[in-house]
């Protein structure tokens, strides 16, 4: 890892991926479409013997795909942009296809373009998701990377098909795409249209409001499996290094937790009293009741284990939210 190119890189897990990547001393790329909002040590200039390089544009865009590529020549690539943010990808379901499958199509043609040229013969990670798996009466818990996928929505079906493209760019080409399918993370900076954040911001606001005070909330019943962001960023920079072309590997924690035992821990570290109230506007349509990952085929090819707690994660965000 040498020259690194991040896509996707002002975003959430970009940010933390920049960071982890600063002192490693590599030349960055980073990839945006707007200039990033994070700490000004990780948006230019030298570091530590390295450099970053904003590259700002749209992936859908081939002359900007183009030049990126050629500009970088990057020895390894880390695909992070998407709209991830299930409601979004429902409201516009063309745009969450054109960003999630059209423009990683396009990143992976023109990087296996100059691979056949001889130029650069990249290592590229493209990063899928959980809600790949969707919900299926076969499905056992926790899920391993065998188990069928059933999307069920615009979110997971265009992640379903970005993966069947990068790995079918693999079997014809040769590009060594390595794939993650990444269950829920989260941490210090994550937009609160997400579910624990959200749930942070609401306890937060509650602070010193009677403890009959009712807090508005969607669905407690599915189950979710958290990581910290910063174990997400070390596996994906594990897989970069270690993983195996061609093979899909869960991003995951192994455990689950409930929305309602989630909310329990928020509004105890919170120390809030509140009466948790279903409001219809926060229940999703579709919501898949369980997903618990198991990632032992990721600890066995890479080392990686998670190193954070579901109350670290609600930590971070509680000292963000009262800052």
């Avoid at 190119?5 to 980073?30: I, Q």
């Avoid at 040229?117 to 899928?128: E, Q, R, W, Y």
């Avoid at 919900?135 to 056992?140: A, C, L, N, P, Q």
């Avoid at 994906?236 to 993983?243: H, K, Q, V």
Wanted: glycine letters at 8%; aromatic letters at 6%; one cysteine or more.
């Amino acid at each position: 890892m040498k020259r690194v190119l991040v896509t996707g890189a002002a975003g959430f897990v970009g940010s933390y991926m920049l960071e982890a990547l600063r002192d490693v001393g590599v030349e960055l790329f980073a990839l945006a479409s707007d200039p990033p909002v994070v700490p000004a040590t990780v948006v230019s200039g030298p570091i530590a013997g390295g450099t970053i390089t904003w590259l700002y544009g749209d992936l859908r865009d081939d002359g900007y795909v183009a030049h990126v590529v050629d500009t970088a020549k990057p020895d390894t690539v880390i695909h992070l942009a998407a709209i991830s943010h299930v409601p979004t990808a429902t409201a516009d379901p063309a745009l969450a296809w054109d960003v999630n499958v059209t423009a990683t199509a396009r990143l992976l043609h023109v990087l296996g373009r100059a691979r056949d040229a001889g130029s650069i013969d990249p290592t590229v990670l493209v990063v899928g998701s959980a809600e790949q798996y969707g919900r299926d009466e076969t499905h056992e818990f926790p899920l391993v990377e065998s188990s069928v996928q059933a999307p069920r929505t615009v979110y997971a079906a265009t992640k379903a098909a970005q993966e069947i493209l990068a790995l079918q760019c693999w079997r014809s080409t040769g590009l060594k795409v390595v794939v993650a399918r990444s269950f829920n993370h989260s941490g210090r900076g994550q937009p609160p249209r997400f579910l624990l954040p959200a749930l942070v911001h609401r306890a937060v606001d509650l602070r010193g409001a009677p403890p009959a005070t009712r807090m508005p909330v969607g669905n407690r019943s599915p189950i979710r499996d958290f990581l910290h962001v910063s174990d997400v960023v070390a596996a994906y920079i594990a897989l970069c290094r270690r993983g195996a072309p061609g093979e899909a590997y869960n991003v995951a924690s192994g455990t689950g937790w409930s929305v309602q035992q989630i909310l329990d821990r928020v509004l105890a570290r919170a120390d809030v009293q509140a009466t948790p109230v279903e409001d219809p506007l926060l229940v999703r349509p579709v919501d898949v009741p369980i997903l618990i990952g198991d990632s032992h085929k990721l600890q066995r090819a890479t080392g990686w284990s998670a190193t954070r707690a579901l109350d670290d994660i609600i930590d971070d965000l509680l000292h963000a939210a009262t800052l």
